[in-house]
């Protein structure tokens, strides 16, 4: 079977489609999948990584009030349109997956009213505008929360599989993870990430913190974000920190043997972010960003607080201190993790579905 699969922008919609893409390649050897992503996003980088081929097309955002970027957004929308029928006819899919982000909006609209089978995913209990869209003219809405489904009108083509994520999350001993990072034998490993493009309020924290860095009783490996990278390597003495045995990073590409190999995680309140975690079996402490729709964040970080799995630092109440203190706290105390044998992956949920003609 030929798959197309769309999903960009950041990687909260690029991880889930790869690894969808995975989960069929794992059943059906033979199938042949082609990615659809804007020249500008992270997806060009990410899922050639991961070793698809990705073709572009142009698109933009829209602005939710009137604007000349709105015009011009239009514009490149009515060429997306025409790119996207292109691949389309060129590619001849079976099946068409979306995974949210606005480079999936053109893709799979023009596959539904085409008549090819398709599916979209919505990683976030308050959905997002593209997927909202698509959902009136797609044959599956596959959710990961059932909150999700009370802002969709079209009840019947709804099915709740959870976050799909990598394999290598299920897989992966935290003794195999931890050979990658030998650096951190003899101390506490503490992972800091703002999700896929960093966060200016986590970053000031934990540079508020290791002012003081040799008195750390841990050590930090820290993803600032691509484009908060060279700021924050202008703020801080990166050599003191070096000698510390702290790393700083702009984007932690082995985010699987990271996350299983370490001893707290201190992060940003993503959807996909929290599926890693609960399935990497870490405690947390969230920072969920202020300003996403709905505070969709803050829901996904209250939800963790409340089974026990996390402690939620709101942005406004985030500083060098309390931070420090609430990774100590982390780290000293015992904490409950999910029970990963109790969850059937999500990837074999959607796959389910895929299969189903
Ligand atoms: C600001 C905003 O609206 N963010 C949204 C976006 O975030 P964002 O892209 O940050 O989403 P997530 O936190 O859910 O996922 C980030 C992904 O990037 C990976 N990663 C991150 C940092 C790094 O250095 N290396 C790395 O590999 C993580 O392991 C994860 O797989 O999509 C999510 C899923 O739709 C939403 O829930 C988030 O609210």
Redesign the pocket.
């Known amino acids: 079977m030929r798959y197309l699969i769309s999903g960009g ?8 489609a790869i690894a969808i893409a995975d989960r069929i390649v794992e059943a059906e050897p033979d199938a042949s999948i082609l990615f659809v992503g804007t020249q500008k996003g992270l997806e060009m980088e ?1 899922v050639t990584a991961a070793g698809y081929e990705i073709k572009p097309i142009t698109v933009s955002y829209l602005k939710r009030k009137l604007s000349l970027h709105n015009v011009k957004s239009l514009g490149m929308l009515l060429k997306g349109l025409t790119e996207a029928g292109k691949i389309i006819r060129q590619f001849k899919p079976d099946w068409v997956i979306g995974t ?1 982000g606005y480079v999936s909006g053109p893709v799979v609209y023009l596959a539904a009213k085409k008549g090819i089978k398709t599916l979209i995913h ?3 209990a308050f959905p ?1 505008l593209t997927n909202r869209i698509l959902s009136k003219h797609v044959d599956v809405v596959a959710l990961s929360f059932e909150e999700a489904a009370c802002h969709f009108r079209k009840k019947d083509r709804l099915v709740v599989t959870g976050n799909p ?2 394999k290598e999350y299920y897989q992966l001993t935290v003794d195999e993870a931890r050979k990658s990072f030998p650096e951190y034998d003899e101390k506490k490993m503490v992972l800091i ?6 966060s200016s309020s986590i970053n000031t924290a934990v540079h508020e913190m290791i002012k003081h860095s040799e008195e750390l009783p841990f050590k930090l490996l820290w ?1 600032t ?1 691509k484009n908060h990278y060279n700021q924050m390597k202008n703020i801080i003495d990166e050599q003191k920190l070096k000698q510390c045995g702290h790393q700083i ?8 043997y ?2 299983k190999a370490c001893d707290l995680v201190v ?10 975690i609960q399935a990497s079996e870490k405690y947390a402490i969230l920072i969920p ?1 202020a ?3 709905d505070n ?2 803050e829901k ?1 970080a209250r939800m963790m607080e409340s089974c026990g799995f996390a402690t939620v630092i709101r942005e406004e109440e985030l500083n060098g201190a309390l931070l420090y203190q609430q990774i100590l706290n982390g780290l000293l105390e015992e904490h409950q993790v999910l029970e990963l044998t109790k969850v059937r992956p999500a990837v074999d949920r959607i796959w389910a579905h895929l299969r189903q003609d």
Do not use: D
């Not at 990073?249 to 699987?256: D, E, F, K, L, T």
């Open positions: 922008g950041t990687g909260g919609h690029i991880y889930p990410l949210g919505e990683q976030n997002g994520i990598r990430a703002g999700g896929s493009g960093g993803a974000g990073v702009p984007y932690i590409h082995r985010m699987p990271a996350l992060c940003s309140a993503g959807a996909i972010t929290i599926a890693e960003k300003y996403t729709a969709h964040q996904n």
